[in-house]
């Protein structure tokens, strides 16, 4: 095992300081056990700890570091901006240069509005089409994560659709019966919440590839072109949450892999190359209700500050290089392909999920997994937590639990993948053996 003497102090220090010792809670490692490693630095596909022990890194900071850690021109661009100031509050001409670049990539986008996370993209869509419509329930299915606003922290019980219940404390009971949800992939249950709730709906919201239960797949019966039909027929809006999927399976979203149209897109992670930022954005009369052009408020002290535009800017215009996505693929199936015949090899079950550049592996018996109750009640989530505390091990930094996708970057080689593939071998030998 390695030495992990200074993430261990780090660790009880940060405790001490920090509610789990941490400010994002599964960056604590309680899903999966040990602890969790203070980094120090990262360049390209790796990352460093405070012991200084290197990583093949598949988090990428959750999605953001699509071009590799610490890319030398958005570094430069960042640096170069941060010299001539790093917020006015005030407008900025990268705002421009940024815009019109997500507004180019993005198919749906015709106006867009910048914010300083993926939860303000998602908060303030949801006001938006609920200013829109003068209407306030709206849609979500289970297991999709839009952020920490009040309204999008609830599940559904077991399968159903069902009224929300608040899955967090703090979130007024009251609030969260506005939030209907529907199992994944179910048209039926979403046509039956329209029917119970004739004209109160404003919106479906949805992951288009759903990441934050692992990555799930569509189904073949076009379930994006059904929601986008039945919200048509109800005067309801369809949102993407793009915020992981955007800029990560296809150049302009899942919307372009899937040629899907939603009303409104939220985006956030790789859009910020890193820094804090999000965006929303879409049809152009639905975008013009937001203030100041119209009455739906939303506002933003560090919205639009030209360090993060500039970081954006320098990430987003190396997205479009031919070929990048189709290479970035290719790597993934690989490596994914090389973790399946490990499992096989092992004789631990195992399926994966894949779209583009994102993946879960999943340990369970199923043929598939396809919604979030699938894992919960089908998965080996205590072997997930033996096998990623193996691979850390190894070397290998997954997200730390199998609820979460794994991203691939540009800087990633065959060689990390090859490594990658025997690390997991020898992983899973010593689990099995
Ligand atoms: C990460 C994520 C969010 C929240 O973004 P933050 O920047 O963490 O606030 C919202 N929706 C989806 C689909 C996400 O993956």
């Known amino acids: 095992m390695s030495n992990i003497s200074h993430s261990l102090q780090d660790f009880e220090q940060a405790q001490k300081l920090l509610p789990g010792g941490v400010n994002s809670p599964v960056r604590a490692f309680k899903s999966v056990g040990g602890t969790p490693r203070f980094f120090a630095r990262a360049k390209g596909a790796y990352v460093w700890d405070v012991d200084n022990n290197q990583y093949i890194d598949y988090v990428g900071s959750w999605g953001p570091m699509i071009l590799g850690h610490a890319h030398p021109d958005v570094v430069k661009g960042v640096q170069d901006t941060a010299e001539l100031g790093m917020s006015f509050g005030a407008p900025c001409e ?15 986008i015709d106006v867009v509005r910048f914010v300083n996370s993926g939860t303000e993209a998602t908060m303030s869509a949801l006001r938006l089409a609920r200013g829109y419509t003068r209407r306030d329930k709206f849609i979500k299915f289970d297991g999709g994560y839009h952020g920490h606003a009040d309204g999008f922290l609830v599940k559904a019980g077991s399968g159903a659709a069902t009224f929300g219940e ?3 404390a703090g979130v007024p009971a009251d609030y969260a019966k506005l939030t209907l949800t529907a199992p994944f992939n179910d048209i039926e249950s979403v046509k039956r919440l329209f029917a119970e709730n004739k004209g109160e709906i404003a919106c479906i919201i949805v992951e288009p590839v759903p990441g934050n239960t692992g990555v799930m797949l569509l189904n073949d019966n076009g379930f994006l072109q059904q929601l986008r039909d ?95 996505y189709e290479a970035l693929e290719t790597k993934t199936t690989r490596l994914v392909e090389g973790l399946l015949a490990g499992c096989k090899a092992a004789g631990v079950p195992a399926v994966a999920n ?80």
């Open 230 to 324: 039945i919200c048509d027929l109800e005067g309801a809006l369809l949102i993407f949450d793009e915020v992981m999927c955007g800029f990560r399976v296809a150049a302009g979203g899942a919307q372009q892999r899937f040629g899907i149209m939603p009303d409104l897109t939220c985006l956030g992670k790789i859009i910020g190359g890193g820094l804090p930022v999000g965006a929303y954005g879409g049809r152009e009369d639905i975008m013009r209700k937001i203030s100041p052009d119209g009455p739906v408020y939303q506002a933003g002290t560090l919205s639009g500050n030209p360090l993060a535009m500039r970081a954006g800017i320098e990430t987003l215009s190396r997205l479009q290089k031919p070929g990048f």
């Open 354 to 433: 894949q779209v583009g550049a994102m993946f879960t592996v999943f340990f369970t018996e199923l043929d598939a997994v396809t919604c979030c109750s699938d894992v919960s009640k089908h998965c080996d989530l205590a072997f997930f937590g033996r096998f990623f505390n193996a691979m850390l091990d190894e070397g290998i930094y997954l997200a730390p639990s199998q609820y979460e996708a794994a991203f691939m970057s540009a800087a990633h080689t065959d060689a990390d993948i090859d490594n990658t593939i025997a690390a997991a071998g020898r992983a899973l030998a010593k689990l099995t053996a």
């Open 166 to 168: 608040p899955d967090s």
């Open 94 to 108: 990268l705002e421009i240069d940024l815009a019109r670049m997500v507004i180019d990539m993005v198919p749906s």
